[in-house]
């Protein structure tokens, strides 16, 4: 079983269990995910030189992202994690 296995069989049981947790609540689990995302995000920036950096085109880093709505609204922590992964790819 690996890490994102072990937080959503977590987050699933704290739903069940203990809905009125900030476990149980997809909003702390999202702002989690997210900030890691953002992590990974910047340390690959920080590792470019200032040429790259010029060079990158972040307008799609705005642009709307049907999956992370869709998750956020059926609150799946799985989907979300894998629409978050867009944001990570290569330019």
Known sequence: ?????VQD?????A?????????ADF?????????D????????YASLS????????LSGAWCQNDAVEEACRNEDLPAFRAAL????REP
Do not use: H, I
């Open 1 to 5: 079983m690996n890490v994102r296995e």
């Open 9 to 13: 069989s977590v987050f699933e049981l």
């Open 85 to 88: 992964k867009d944001y990570e």
């Open 50 to 57: 200032p040429k790259e950096k010029d060079a990158m085109d």
């Open 27 to 35: 909003v702390t689990w999202a702002g989690l995910l997210c900030g």
């Open 15 to 23: 739903r069940d269990l203990f809905s009125e947790s900030p476990g």
């Open 37 to 44: 995302a953002l992590a990974r995000l910047q340390e690959r």
